[in-house]
């Protein structure tokens, strides 16, 4: 899982924290499809969990920030992905075969992909909208 310009959602900040994470990803998705060591699994979930907290504490700034409407839809969403993620790991720690982990994986790198392009996407575009209107 790459991250490519076009996932860019036109704030700088998050567009930088959202590569970081593309990155965590990919590598956890790597490393659980070469049978990774549980306590690699673990570090590199826990890595995500904390990445993705100060991620969406930083968007969830910028919404209030800009008195964004979808404010609550879009923090069910990272309600969910921080789900997925303590299940994830919780996975990690108890299957030792990894294949649910896998799985888990998996739906993560989906849901981030379909929250950046259209969640985060309309986020930046409102924030755009928002700060033109300023000038």
């Not at 790459?2 to 990803?25: C, M, N």
């Not at 392009?117 to 000038?135: C, F, N, S």
Request: charge should be negative; hydrophobic fraction near 40%; proline fraction near 1%.
């Amino acid at each position: 899982m790459k991250w490519t310009p076009e996932y860019s959602i036109g704030i700088e900040e998050l567009d930088r924290e959202h590569q970081a994470y593309f990155e965590i990803v990919d590598k956890l998705g790597s490393a659980l499809q070469l049978g990774c060591a549980t306590d690699l699994l673990v570090e590199l979930t826990e890595t995500l969990i904390v990445k993705a907290e100060r991620h969406f504490e930083h968007e969830q700034a910028e919404m209030r920030r800009w008195s964004y409407p979808n404010t609550t839809a879009h923090i069910a969403e990272h309600d969910q992905a921080l789900g997925q993620l303590a299940e994830l790991q919780q996975q990690a720690l108890h299957d030792g075969t990894n294949q649910l982990a896998l799985q888990l994986a998996q739906n993560m790198e989906q849901w981030l992909l379909r929250h950046v392009l259209v969640a985060d996407t309309e986020l930046g575009a409102w924030v755009t909208q928002m700060r033109a209107a300023q000038l």
